[in-house]
């Protein structure tokens, strides 16, 4: 099957600034990819997505960066605020629909 | 729109013991998954349902059945529970009429522990 990992497990950030949460990937035919946002008690919240025709996909606060060649996600925060604490996976799509998702990085935003 | 709901929020259970797990969605999406998350890791897939009527093992089947009862419900249940099934379990949908494609809308959660 396919894994995905995570460089950092843990990223603590001062408020204000901005987060870069990083996602390594091997399956170089997965197509898209999306990234996760897990309250603490609560389920996966969708944050963004990004296909693998693209580079870039900017949301609200939030950008997603792919990099093809050496098979690296990543998402960025801006102005990260104390609601954005929470674990953040990275996932792709595997044959049949499917979702694999990565192990999870914790982010802390100190006040 | 309650979105996607899970039944029982906590759940302990003995060694051996069976249970069902229920979820509901009343978005009108086709495909629904089942997922395990343990402390340090992921999500892993434990069976899905692509639509009403199919489903299909996922990485993680062992020691776990499902019924998709219709297309709002798709239940998992542990026969003989052990205690590595002990973990946070998951439900999803999704309809590929959504305009995010493969986004997966997920249930608040069940935590089981096996004794």
């Known amino acids: 099957g396919e894994s995905v990992g995570l460089h950092l497990p843990t990223l603590s950030v001062q408020e204000g600034d901005n987060s870069i949460i990083n996602c390594a990937y091997s399956n170089s035919a997965s197509d898209y990819f999306i990234w996760y946002k897990q309250e603490s008690g609560k389920g996966p919240q969708f944050i963004i997505d990004i296909r693998s025709n693209m580079d870039k996909r900017q949301g609200q606060r939030v950008t997603v960066l792919l990099n093809k060649t050496v098979k690296h996600l990543s998402l960025q925060i801006a102005a990260t605020q104390p609601g954005d604490s929470a674990v953040y996976f990275c996932?792709?799509?595997?044959?049949?629909?499917?979702?694999?998702f990565g192990a999870g990085t914790i982010l802390r935003v100190k006040s | 729109n309650a979105g996607v709901t899970q039944t029982p929020k906590f759940q302990v259970l003995k060694t051996g013991q069976s249970m069902t797990l229920q979820c509901a969605q009343d978005m009108n999406h086709n495909s629904m998954y089942w997922y395990r998350q343990d402390p340090g890791m992921g999500l892993r897939l434990i069976y899905y349902?692509?639509?009403?009527?199919?489903?299909d093992k996922g990485e993680v089947p062992n020691g776990y059945n499902v019924s998709r009862l219709n297309k709002r419900e798709f239940s998992l249940r542990l026969e003989s529970a052990a205690p590595s099934q002990t973990s946070v379990y998951f439900c999803a949908s999704k309809s590929p009429r959504q305009a995010v494609y493969n986004e997966q809308f997920f249930g608040p959660g069940t935590r089981l522990t096996v004794l």
């Open positions: 996932a792709l799509r595997e044959y049949g629909n499917k979702l694999v």
């Open positions: 349902s692509a639509s009403e009527g199919t489903t």
